[in-house]
């Protein structure tokens, strides 16, 4: 079965720091994708990155960048110089399809709170 | 202006009174799902749909219908709400890319409490 670990519930950082959340993912296919998502406070959940499984090049996007490692099924998040506006709280998502696109399955995960502290 | 939409946004109810949470979208997606959200549980999901009369089931289905008649509409049916259904609710929509799902478009959130 598919699953999404993010151990990390909470963290807590000072301004301009940088943080690192960690993904970790199982699953019986080869092709798959990946996401992250934000939710800040205010409850709305926004999109930040999709990633196949065929992909492991790392991205980088302003302050984010994400480092995806097929050997260790880790998918993991970075932000650079954090600030007050990233507080939230992110989701890694899993998404599988089988039977011919007959089975499209979303897995989240528990998410990580993050904490920006001015 | 590309949306889904949610309604009602919040809603208290009592214990096995049937209740519908409609969702809409109107970016012409064929994927659409539901996804509870609970402290500590993240987002699971609930019943998704590949296309009009296509549906399946998520992680979490029991106690929840869904139906895909139309392909904008996708609403959540508690035929006899129970108070663990208390919880927030997402819908959520992304087109179909190299057969998997592409970025998923969240609502606003659905908000119930369940007596």
């Known amino acids: 079965a598919q699953k999404v670990t993010q151990a990390q519930t909470e963290i807590s950082v000072v301004e301009k720091e940088d943080v690192t959340l960690d993904c970790v993912y199982e699953t019986r296919d080869t092709t798959y994708y990946l996401f992250w998502y934000k939710q800040p406070p205010s409850g709305e959940l926004v999109f930040l990155i999709r990633?196949?499984?065929?992909?492991?090049q790392n991205e980088i996007s302003g302050r984010y960048s994400w480092n995806f490692q097929k050997s260790t099924s880790s998918f993991n998040f970075t932000i650079t110089a954090s600030q007050v506006v990233d507080s939230a709280v992110y989701f890694c998502?899993?998404?599988?399809?089988?039977?011919?696109?007959?089975?499209?399955?979303?897995?989240f995960g528990t998410g990580t709170k993050l904490q920006v502290i001015p | 202006e590309a949306q889904v939409t949610q309604n009602p946004r919040y809603l208290i109810t009592v214990t096995g009174k049937k209740l519908t949470v409609t969702c809409s979208q109107n970016?012409?997606?064929?994927?659409m799902s539901w996804y509870r959200q609970d402290p500590g549980l993240g987002l699971r999901q609930i019943y998704y749909s590949m296309n009009v009369e296509v549906t399946d089931k998520g992680d979490v289905p029991e106690g929840y219908k869904v139906s895909r008649k139309e392909k904008r509409n996708f609403p959540l049916i508690l035929e006899s709400p129970s108070p663990n259904q208390t919880s927030l609710y997402f819908c959520a929509s992304s087109k179909i890319r190299d057969g998997y799902t592409d970025t998923q478009y969240f609502g606003p959130g659905t908000r119930l409490t369940v007596l």
């Open positions: 970016m012409n997606h064929e994927y």
């Open positions: 990633r196949n499984s065929f992909d492991e």
């Open positions: 998502a899993l998404s599988e399809a089988r039977n011919s696109g007959g089975y499209q399955k979303v897995t």
